[in-house]
């Protein structure tokens, strides 16, 4: 009290706060005490820092908020003593400026707490870190529980008490689903636990983590369905599903020039140059971001091409020319797609990730910087898979490229089962779902694999993942059994046979029979080693010798011996 102004304890034992001859001088006061926050405010010349009062608009709006979260017998007090914290968004001690002044308390020591307001909230987690740093925290990790809430109620309420209900039973039925829906995801986004990936923010995560369950609910729905009824089911989605598709030649003519093409000896590369060229660009783009790694990248791609080949008899869109399979595919957009998944990652490797709060920027150029920086990583985890070093890892990354193989034909399987063309928006709303999915699915992963300690459990959406896959197979083995039960070429059949001997060798012989080998050599080494250290201490070896004669031409002819046998020789 004795270093606050004097205007403001003039006004307080007066009668309370609800009078304050001095506005500037509670903010002087307030800077006093708070000097981190309420020095910058000041300079910074906000409303009710010195160069003007506040506005009655945000006394009453303010006034509102805390009636409506403490109650009036409070809503005096908390406003003019928590004005600056609600209107500023800092969580500061209300208690203290409670002591500042109150209509209803009275002045309050310094060291005491308001009756009126709740207690002081404990230390944060975040205290050890900057300002900037626990406001970016903060503010991003804020869920807004109770709003989203209050709006859903509303909401509902409106359908409920305002709107007529509609005779239609099918609409009915479909509102339904979707509101239930709707409901469910928002009770996730601001309820559900939060991933590895923190930007832009921690909601969109947790709403694409909602939507994995909802997907694979429907997958099971569609599985416990006929194969008739399921197809069917779709038309509620869109009108035009449910019928069979078009029988397509996706091979055709391979000539890269048809001379006998006089108009457009090329028409055949033209042709091949639609819309999924540019799609598998990105697509590929997007997996190197997930997967981080040049080598598996490359495997999957090559490795897919190769199923391509040995399943082409299964479905005719698989069947393509071979410049189109090694040189478009691989080489051109699957290549380029790496490459540049690659520099982008090694830009986020060298990136330094020091942020500020975007309030905290003086430049509004600055400020447009930090935006679009907030789509960016919050920090950066290289991966390192390391499948050589242990059978454990070694497993898991074929288990991880198994499942991006499978996900792969599930596309062109379900396609084919459920009679979608491969122009309808449904693929590509499952080909955008798996590419938001997907990245925090390998960090999960490669969390779990990499620090077992830390992390017990493997992460909720590689769960979901993983499910949604296997869901995926399930409805294909079911909807066509026929179609997967055709029999391989044998050529194929025996050269994916000799790939899985071939790697299966390779697995034993690096993780079982070459560690028995060196575990081998190494015993003999140390064995050879203790056999030969007794030799060196015996005495009389002054000179060099054993017996501690002078070392004649017989002693270097025979130490030449020795060296050739791989003995050490004595000296």
Known sequence: ???????????????????????????????????????????????????????VSGWVAVLALHALSLGPAACVCATLTGLSPVVRGWSLRRDLFCDLSCVTCGPVPLNKSCPLLPAARPPSRHAGRGPSERHETSSQRRAHTLTVLFILTCVLGYVTLLEETPRDTAYNTKRGIVASILVFLCFGVTQAKDGPFSRPHPAYWRFWLCVSVVY????????????????????????RLGVPLPERDYGGNCLIYDADNKSDPFHNVWDKLD??????????????????????????????????????????????????????????????????????LEWLSLKTYKWQGLWNIPTYKGKMKRIVFQFTPYSWVRFEWKPASSLRRWLAVCGIILVFLLAELNTFYLKFVLWLPPEHYLVLLRLVFFVNVGGVAMREIYDFMDDPKLHKKLGQQAWLVAAITATELLIVVKYDPHTLTLSLPFYIAQCWTLGSVLALTWTVWRFFLRDITLRYKEIRRQKQQSRDEPGRDEPGRADGSADGRTPGPDDASGSEEADREGVPAPH
């Open 216 to 239: 694979e609910l429907f997958l099971i729905f569609i599985l416990f369905q006929t194969v008739q009824d399921g197809r069917q089911f779709l038309k509620y989605v869109d009108p």
């Open 1 to 55: 009290q004795a270093g606050a102004p004097a205007g403001v304890w003039r006004s307080t034992q007066r009668g309370g706060c609800g009078r304050v001859s001095n506005q500037a001088g509670l903010l002087a006061a307030e800077s006093h005490l708070l000097p981190s926050t309420w020095g910058s405010a000041a300079s910074a010349g906000w409303p009710g820092s010195g160069r003007g009062r506040f506005p």
């Open 275 to 344: 819309g999924f060229v540019p799609a598998h660009f990105i697509g590929w783009y997007l997996k190197t971001l997930m997967i981080r790694d040049w080598w598996m990248c490359t495997i999957v791609s090559v490795m897919f091409e190769f199923l391509e080949y040995s399943l082409e008899h299964q479905l005719p869109n698989f069947s393509e020319c071979w410049w189109d399979h090694w040189i478009m595919d691989v080489l051109v957009c699957n290549g380029l797609g790496i490459y540049c998944g690659m520099k982008t």
